[in-house]
């Protein structure tokens, strides 16, 4: 019976399922997205105003809390940004002490997803992921100043894969349903 069967097809037969298996997969938050969220260049970020993450608001910036202070270190030719306000993360939108699944519903969370529309929340998360200055710091290469900071310093954990990477990943991620699993 398989003689009749040309190899092509088996092999596709064999194939295929496991093509289909990883597309899913690639929808899923933690199957690449969870380790980029977990970047220092992020959690640095998302933690700076967490105590009992030992933000570095608590540690080695602990003396300079005061947000003017911040403009003499990162000035906007270390860090690309006008404002020194638009450095900060959102505090508690999630931190490195989350899971997978914690860190996109509190991703979610944070853009109200429970009173949108899913095409609302995906155009928004887009938005959010491909074109907010602080997140593309963090990506390599993704902003004339990625990883940059005060006294020639350099973050040595960027998100790893580029933009491209970065996009292709999110993207399955939101086409998928932007599942928290």
């Not at 938050?29 to 992020?42: D, M, P």
């Not at 933690?47 to 602990?62: T, V, Y």
């Not at 990506?139 to 100043?145: F, P, Q, S, V, Y």
Request: hydrophobic share 40%; glycine share 8%.
């Amino acid at each position: 019976m398989f003689r009749k069967i040309p190899q092509s097809a088996l092999l596709l037969a064999l194939i295929l399922p496991l093509a289909i298996a990883q597309a899913a997969a690639d929808t899923l938050f933690s199957t690449n997205l969870y380790a980029k969220f977990q970047a220092k260049a992020c959690t640095n970020c998302h933690d700076f105003h967490e105590a009992a993450r030992d933000g570095l608001s608590f540690n080695s910036h602990g003396r300079r809390r005061e947000v003017n202070r911040c403009r003499t270190c990162h000035t906007r030719q270390i860090t690309g940004f006008a404002n020194v306000a638009d450095l900060f993360a959102r505090p508690g939108l999630y931190t490195s002490g989350m899971g997978a699944k914690e860190t996109c519903e509190a991703t979610k969370k944070a853009l109200n997803a429970e009173f949108k529309s899913d095409e609302l929340l995906a155009g928004q998360l887009e938005k959010h992921l491909f074109e907010d200055p602080r997140v593309l710091w963090g990506i390599e290469g993704a902003t004339a100043n990625s990883g940059r900071l005060p006294f020639d310093k350099q973050e040595t954990n960027l998100v790893e894969g580029g933009l491209e990477e970065w996009k292709t990943q999110v993207t399955a991620w939101i086409k998928g349903g932007m599942k928290c699993e």
